[in-house]
């Protein structure tokens, strides 16, 4: 099968799938406390019970979300991660039960059912990035440079994406460490020539063409949003098989707000 290769190390890629997502509200039941204070009015204990009842279902709900984009194979993987800022909004909210606790007189407990829809950030929210390619139809052997541009400062993560199943981390590797991207000022990878993007064939595969991707993920401060994977040259490499690593990025990147973080993908297809 072809390859983009790094240097002389091979590229692998995953090929994905992106799981419908829930377009439609859904109906989540939570509960919910809060202990009546020194300086605190009855009412306004019963309304802490009912906005913490109503957080935990906003936290179900989002969980429900992503659940709906992620793994429905060990070699299937979403490939949008955009779908990682989603957020929950309460359409209607019916009470269930509520009292306070019999046994602590101080505790009051709501029970909630709410419907709760998901909310998707607006594009050009946040920090934006611009992506590129030198070329994105690449005869085998010919190479090729990534190019990008952040809206602001921020701290980039650049990804093969190969079509047999597997993922490579570009940037940062172990030569270079600094992701660090300045707002509006233009990029370029690889930026030495200790390192080469060029476009290769395996030798089983045996059809004309092949369609593969770069994925940039920019955050607004450093994160650790990248789970470990086994090293090959330069680069961290996950298989297909390591399903772990798409799962964990959804969940690092949902803990963030939706403005501070985003992706951009270009594609790109290498021919005989």
């Not at 269930?96 to 419907?115: F, M, P, S, T």
């Not at 004309?208 to 770069?214: L, T, V």
């Not at 040259?233 to 985003?262: C, H």
Request: net charge neutral; glycine share 6%.
């Amino acid at each position: 099968m072809k390859r983009l290769f790094i240097a002389t190390s091979m590229l692998i890629l995953i090929m994905v799938r992106v799981a419908h997502a829930y377009e439609t509200p859904i109906w989540i039941t939570a509960e919910g406390e809060a202990y009546l204070g020194e300086i605190e009015t009855q009412k306004e204990v019963k309304e802490r019970a009912k906005i913490d009842a109503q957080n935990k279902a906003v936290e179900q709900a989002v969980g429900a979300f992503i659940k709906s984009h992620t793994l429905v194979s060990n070699n299937q993987v979403a490939e949008d991660l955009i779908y990682a800022a989603v957020r929950g909004k309460i359409e209607k909210v019916e009470i269930i039960k509520e009292g306070w606790d019999e046994k602590d007189r101080n505790l009051y407990k709501v029970k909630i059912k709410a419907l709760i829809k998901p909310v998707y950030p607006e594009k050009g929210e946040g920090i934006s990035v611009k992506l590129s390619l030198s070329k994105t139809d690449l005869k085998e052997g010919e190479e090729v440079k990534i190019f990008y541009q952040a809206s602001s400062d921020c701290y980039i993560y650049i990804f093969s994406v190969a079509a047999d199943g597997s993922v490579t981390l570009l940037l940062p590797n172990s030569i270079n460490q600094d992701n660090t991207v300045k707002a509006g000022k233009g990029y370029q990878f690889p930026s030495d020539e200790k390192i080469k993007l060029q476009a290769q064939f395996l030798p089983e595969y045996k059809e004309k063409a092949a369609e593969e991707k770069i994925k940039i993920i920019a955050t607004r401060q450093k994160e650790d949003i990248i789970p470990l994977g086994f090293q090959q040259g330069f680069f961290k490499i996950y298989d297909a098989k390591q399903t772990g690593m798409i799962s964990d990025l959804v969940k690092r990147l949902n803990q963030l707000e939706p403005a501070d973080w985003t992706e951009a993908t270009a594609v790109y297809t290498i021919k005989r």
